[in-house]
């Protein structure tokens, strides 16, 4: 029966396509049939998660040294577990009788050992059985990680559609070899990571549909506005046309932009803007070159570190930055330092924290972990001797933590010099203004720094209150709230004043219903995902800055949200 669920456009244009339903809560896996020939690597698959959680479990009972002795008793029960025939080697057994797929046999198996456990009459050894799921949960977490198991690619020549109750930034990373027509996910909010990650690869999404994991099935046709937010399950062959056309109609749109690659940005009354491109992985600069970017304004370089069980060494980081730098060949590269912590979580490194967004995240992480940020700050000086970059620095809210990252900078290139290692001894830093604290001080900024850019994201969940991953509020993240602008049109004309090159690299940016407002603002240097590039150019395009320019100051006078949201719209 077909029915239509409405939730948060995220990620603009249309996807008719299979579902396939990924989960990460454990009872709920996915169960599906293997190929014979692919039999073995599916026992492989497992072997190796299961040998993956053992490393991690030893490892934290050889740190677990002081903790309580349980602590190590439970850690060393569930490495246990690991090795008991009765839970891996009957989950083989599964695989290879019944060609299922790894996690799903786990979960069998998981399932047949609590029912035992359930049946003891000794409280103690019966409540176990949450040890079991416990480290069971680890191994299908690690398996889940890994999306190798989507379905291939079906004969009606659609494409998958992931469903998910949420998807991390890693989880969305690892579609990106896959060929997904989209994505639709219970939870989120428009500029979460994996909102950000959809846009980046241009699939639709539409977030925030509450229940859809439970009422769709697995395989079901669905269609995906991603332009209205919604999402039509099991449509029928009228609603199916219709959608057909419009996807061709989207898609004849996008091939009309590509026309305006080799056009230089620029407002009617001839003002020159730069649109660069934000990535977060190296082989993305491919995709801003291709549009021809001017520069990549934002390279987000904690996904570097993510997905993986140690951190990326010196040389390891100075060759992805190389990379970068070397494709962009002699256009701009800004670099952002690590922004770990919220929602972009290490392995490792980030500790739990009750309010991860107020918490040690971004610059204040990397100043208590300066060996870590040092590499960091080593790896990229090396590779500015090979191109253009600039060094970004998020989060910041007061002067003490600039005057710590210049210190450490310094710290960094002294040790370079040590090693008679060449770097561009000027190469311009900048920092992100995301923290209301730093736009409401920008003389300390404008001061020590040589460009500012606004992560409005992050300006916008800070400003209101608003957790920017959060479902429950996303309705009220707005980025037309009067105070958010004011707060971008101060630092904007602050840059200016000061000679200071200032951009915006958050969501904001990217979004051509915004263009004309932060051109109005003064607005010169945009930063997006390469996807967005040519839309906004098109916007700027019909731009006239002298005649927005007025306007926009009268629009910044006003109070009310809802009146600001109209007076844009007028623009
Ligand atoms: C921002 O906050 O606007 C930003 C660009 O950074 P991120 O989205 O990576 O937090
Ligand atoms: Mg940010």
């Not at 090693?419 to 404008?446: H, N, Q, Y």
């Amino acid at each position: 029966m077909s029915f239509t669920v409405h939730g948060l456009a995220v990620s603009q244009g249309i996807a008719i396509g299979h579902a396939h339903l990924v989960s990460h809560a454990l009872l709920e896996v996915a169960h599906f049939t293997v190929a014979p020939k692919h039999v073995e690597a599916e026992v492989t698959r497992l072997r190796s998660a299961v040998a993956k959680v053992k490393t991690e479990l030893a490892g934290l009972k050889a740190a677990s040294g002081s903790a309580p002795s349980e602590v190590d008793a439970f850690l060393g029960m569930h490495i246990m577990f690991l090795e008991d025939p009765m839970l891996v080697d009957a989950a083989e057994a599964l695989i290879l009788t019944r060609r299922a797929n790894a996690e799903w046999a786990l979960v069998q198996q998981m399932e047949l050992l609590v029912e035992q456990f359930e049946a003891i009459e000794d409280a103690y050894l019966r409540e176990r059985k949450a040890d079991v799921v416990q480290v069971v949960e680890r191994v299908v977490k690690v398996l889940l990680g890994h999306p190798g198991h989507l379905p291939p690619k079906r004969k009606d020549g659609l494409g998958t559609i992931v469903v998910a109750h949420d998807l991390s930034p890693t989880d969305t990373i690892g579609f990106k070899d896959h060929a997904v027509a989209g994505f639709i996910t219970d939870v989120g909010g428009p500029t979460g990571h994996t909102a950000i990650v959809a846009r980046s690869l241009s699939i639709p999404a539409v977030v925030a549909l509450r229940h859809i994991r439970h009422v769709v099935k697995d395989d079901e046709l669905i269609i995906i506005d991603g332009i209205r937010g919604v999402v039509i399950v099991d449509p029928d062959e009228r609603v199916l046309e219709e959608y057909r056309l419009r996807k061709a109609a989207v898609e004849l749109e996008r091939s009309k932009l590509k026309r305006l690659k080799s056009t230089r940005a620029a407002t009617l009354d001839g003002e020159e803007v730069q649109i660069l491109a934000n990535i977060e992985l190296p082989p993305d600069a491919i995709q801003a070159k291709g549009v021809e970017a001017d520069g990549v304004g934002l390279f987000r370089t904690e996904f570097l570190f993510m997905s993986r069980d140690s951190w990326p060494d010196e040389d390891e980081q100075f060759e992805a930055y190389k990379s970068v730098v070397k494709t962009m060949a002699g256009k701009p590269v800004t670099v952002r330092t690590l922004d770990v912590g919220a929602d972009k979580e290490l392995e490792g490194a980030t500790r739990a924290e009750d309010n991860p967004a107020l918490g040690l995240r971004a610059i204040r992480y990397c100043l208590a972990e300066p060996k870590m940020f040092l590499t960091q700050l080593r790896a990229l000086l090396r590779a500015s001797h090979f191109g253009r970059m600039k060094i970004l620095i998020p989060m910041l809210a007061s002067s003490n933590e600039i005057d710590q990252t210049l210190v450490l900078l310094e710290k960094a290139k002294a040790q370079l010099r040590e090693r008679k290692i060449k770097f561009d001894e000027s190469v311009p830093v900048g920092g992100m203004i995301e923290v209301p604290a730093a736009a409401l001080c920008l003389g300390a900024f404008t001061k020590r720094l040589q460009f500012l850019s606004i992560g409005t994201n992050d300006l916008i969940q800070y400003t209101l209150a608003i957790d920017r991953g959060n479902e429950a509020v996303a309705h009220l993240y707005n980025p037309l709230h009067p105070a958010v602008l004011r707060l971008i049109h101060q630092t904007i004309q602050a840059g200016a004043k000061a000679g200071v090159d200032v951009s915006v690299c958050g969501e904001m940016a990217g979004d051509p219903d915004c263009a004309r407002l932060l051109i109005g603002m003064g607005l010169r240097q945009f930063s997006m995902h390469p996807a967005q590039i040519l839309e906004v150019k098109q916007a700027i395009l019909r731009a006239d800055a002298a005649d927005l320019t007025p306007k926009v100051q009268r629009l910044l006078k006003l109070d009310d949200p809802d009146r600001v949201r109209e007076a844009v719209e007028k623009l």
